[in-house]
């Protein structure tokens, strides 16, 4: 061999070395991710290599000069990753660009290839890491180099042979090894490095350990310090567990107190309805009296119903199943009816006043609320003020208390409220006796079910009051003004009257099972513009809408035998999906009411209230004209 060639060699295997050293004191020191600036210092390094390999070639023949960038930069592909080996690649061409000569594209294209080989076989064969065998780098030897004997073709014509019989034993017996040697160097140089990164994070672990041994010592002796003190904190949890004991058998005893006033409350209207209906069977009774147990039967039925609701309600309230429907609300229309349905019961007492107070500045237009839980809460707080004040006067009303909230106040001159029972009347399962409050009927659960609705319309609920001096309840939401519409829902209903009263005399489909209640119906009905069918079950209301088009409208009973009407109501559909079919149900749980809004054209709960039952009737026919 030449002497310039092993000269060659030995410069070149040198500078690999080099490279080798630069790798194990530099880069695996660095091997995290680093910034920007690292790598693109770590590419002009590589070029700086691969340029000094350039200037450090061997003849293999006259003319033909060859050295090792290609294995330098094909190791540094896989061992630094992309961006370090690209860097040097570009940095690199352009040198031998610089350089030039005969042989300039074909070192262009040797410097590319073995750089992108490098880089592509660090990416897409991520095992190396794992096992680093020979023949790995061997393999990427021989490919770098495989691909270099295609270079060829970038010389020109007539020295492509001389240059193929020149190099093709060197790749073999000098490239590829030295490719697998150069990795398998550095790669032991990595399995080195971390062989003694972890020998120094376990030197770390165990000294951590025994520092947390000796740590945990000390907590122990401190544990074993706190003992003593201990018992003194399980001697107070055990105070705190007798106070939590007697609190719950209070709670049991004011549930008990509470059923025993409610079997109280419940049964004195039913005696005055058995009572006075029995009564009533007396034929001498004069008219006036009768009209008398009439009226007495009628506001215990209505007393009744109204503990009933309260406990319906609150059991809705404390199973979550309470939603809120937010609506248009025209306020001064809610108030005022709600002070035509009180104000004959309060000025039946001869020295109370009952007064709906206008607000200095009136609301403009509507709101949007829900107006069924708010007018629930006026009424319970009117009802309230009833109950405890005899004399004076009771007020309520409205008051835009500033431009984002509105407050609904209802105000008595009774016998008010010690403070410090402020918060007690809000409590569930309390009724205060005379020596705090109590000395009324009712269920007890009007202001809890008040509080409760309050709160989730996003409201606030205060009162103001002393014992003997009366009280005033507040109630606060967050103003949310309605758009406005061009026609009212109390002037769209009284179209709808007017529009049915026009017309003829209507049919109406009466789907009940009970006979009581079919011919409660049929007495309300028949007082009016009505001819009534009854069905007595589902399938029954299915066959005679089939059998009958004349029908104008349908009261469906829930629960019925043999077909429900929810079944029934599907199949009414088909045959005339444009009949208004109202439902009529004793079950009003939230999710079933839910279900009947969707399907059906309205509803009514039992009991039913005879004008509410008209005003349905009116309403659901006009709309389906």
Known sequence: MDESIIVGLVQNIAILLTFALLYKNFW???????????QIVSGIVLSVIATILMFTPWEMAVGLVFDTRSVMLAVAGVFLGPVPTLIAIVLSSVIRYLIGGTGMAMGIAVIVSSGLIGIAWGELRKNW????????????????????????????????EQALRAIILPVFLIYAPGTMLLGMLLAAQ?????????????????????????????????????????????????????KAKEKAEESDLLKSAFLANLSHEIRTPMNA???????????????KTRKKYIRIIHDSGDYLLSIINDIVEFSHIEAGQVDIKKTEIDV???????????????????????????????????????????????????????????????????????????????????????????QVIFERFRQLDMGHLRAQSGSGLGLPITKAYTEMMGGTIS?????????????????????????????????????????????????????????????????????????????EAVEICKNNSLIDIVLMDIKMPEMDGFEALERIRKINPKLPVIAQTAYALSDEVERIKFLFDDYITKPINRQLLIEKIVVAKTSSL
């Not at 695996?28 to 690292?38: A, E, F, I, Y």
């Open 28 to 38: 695996l020191k660095n091997d995290k991710p680093g910034g920007v600036v690292s």
């Open 129 to 160: 890491k794992r096992i680093n065998r020979p023949v790995e780098f061997l393999l990427l030897g021989l490919v770098v180099h495989i691909v270099m004997l295609g270079t060829i073709v970038f010389l020109p014509y007539e020295r492509e």
């Open 190 to 242: 990595k399995r080195n490095y971390n062989i003694r990164v972890e020998k120094e994070e376990l030197f770390k672990k165990e000294h951590r350990l025994s520092n947390e041994l000796m740590e945990k010592q000390r907590q122990l002796n401190f544990q074993l310090d706190k003992y003593a003190q201990l018992n003194k904190e399980y001697k107070a949890q055990n105070i705190e567990l007798t």
């Open 273 to 287: 309805i058995m009572g006075f209906a029995d009564l009533l069977k007396i034929e001498e009774t004069d008219s």
């Open 332 to 422: 001064a229309r809610l108030l005022e009816d709600i002070y035509h349905s009180f104000v004959i019961t309060a000025d039946a007492r001869e020295n109370l006043s009952f007064k709906l107070k206008k607000p200095k500045t009136p609301l403009k237009g509507n709101i949007l609320l829900d107006e069924v839980k708010i007018r629930q809460v006026i009424v319970n707080l009117i009802n309230n003020a009833l109950k405890y004040t005899e004399q004076g006067e009771i007020s309520f009303g409205y008051e835009i208390s500033s431009p984002s909230q509105i407050s609904f106040f209802v105000k008595d001159t009774g016998i008010g409220i010690a403070p410090e029972n402020h």
């Open 463 to 539: 009162v103001e009051s002393e014992k003997g001096k009366g009280a005033e309840f507040r109630v606060a939401f967050p103003l949310d003004p309605a758009k406005k519409s061009n026609e009212s829902s109390a002037e769209k209903t009284a179209t709808a009257k007017a529009g049915l009263a026009s017309k003829g005399k209507k049919l109406v489909l009466v789907a009940e099972d009970e006979d009581i209640n079919w011919y409660y119906i049929e007495q309300v009905l028949s007082k009016y513009n009505y001819s009534l069918i009854r069905a007595n079950n589902g399938t």
